[in-house]
């Protein structure tokens, strides 16, 4: 599964703008939320939005039923206000824009990646998650 993909897939589908190309975004996300290989660190971004106080809402992206709504001040407060502006700017956005398609793709990219409470295909996320078990209950 090609996460850096699916996330530059989502995020133009929930983004209002109309001039983003997919280098741009791609390029962008992977400032914004991929590891040092290049690679979007699912279990890190699950991680972070759990022990920012979000843990139901990664619960229920996780999870197989509906996933609870993100909105753009979570987004700031867990990115940073700094790492969104400069997102934005890489992609020619405001914030509030970039925020609006970020709440709307993380959750749908974990839920995509996700079943049953456990992210898919990769043993150190898993193990990632297990360590975190005590914040999703």
Known sequence: MDLLKTATELFM???KSSNLDTGSVMNGLKGLLADKSGNI?????VSKFGTSGLSSLVTSWLGDGDNEKLSTQQITETLGTDKLAGF???LG???DSAANG???MIP???DKSSSGGSLLNN???GKTLGSLGGLFK
Do not use: K, Y
Request: proline share 0%; net charge negative; charged share 15%.
């Open 123 to 125: 043993d150190s996320l």
């Open 88 to 90: 934005a700017t890489s």
């Open 108 to 110: 749908q990219m974990i």
């Open 13 to 15: 589908s929930n983004s």
């Open 102 to 104: 970020l709440a709307s």
């Open 93 to 95: 956005m405001d914030t």
């Open 41 to 45: 660190d699912l279990a890190g971004l």
